[in-house]
């Protein structure tokens, strides 16, 4: 059983920033990589950022420039930290890790208002 919490969301005004964290816990052998997505309302859930194990980032063209993803592989940590948000960023953000299957945490909302 593999536990993930994220942490870090909230409310924002255009053009500021947030860091988002997620730690997993529980039965974590190896991890191919671990990432975020966000679901905004009415819409699908979409691949937000990823990192692979080998530590090469991949970014949803929405947010290059903007959003920085980064791994504590010792801790089992990830984080996104998130520039000049706009009001199009706001949405349920989840973490995901992808091991012996993907496993998800609760998610955190994110608000970009003004």
């Known amino acids: 059983q593999v536990q993930l919490v994220e942490s870090g969301g909230g409310l924002v005004q255009p053009g500021g920033s947030l860091n988002l964290s997620c730690a997993a816990s529980g039965s974590i052998f190896s991890i191919n990589a671990m990432g975020w997505h966000r679901q905004a309302p009415g819409k699908a859930r979409e691949l937000v950022a990823s990192m692979s194990s080998g530590g090469i980032p991949f970014y949803a063209d929405a947010v290059k420039g903007r959003f920085t993803i980064s791994r504590d592989n010792a801790k089992n940590m990830v984080y996104l930290q998130m520039n000049s948000l706009k009001p199009e960023d706001t949405a349920v953000y989840y973490c995901?890790?992808?091991?012996?299957?993907?496993?998800w945490g609760q998610g955190t909302q994110v608000t970009v208002s003004s």
């Open positions: 995901n890790l992808v091991s012996m299957g993907t496993f």
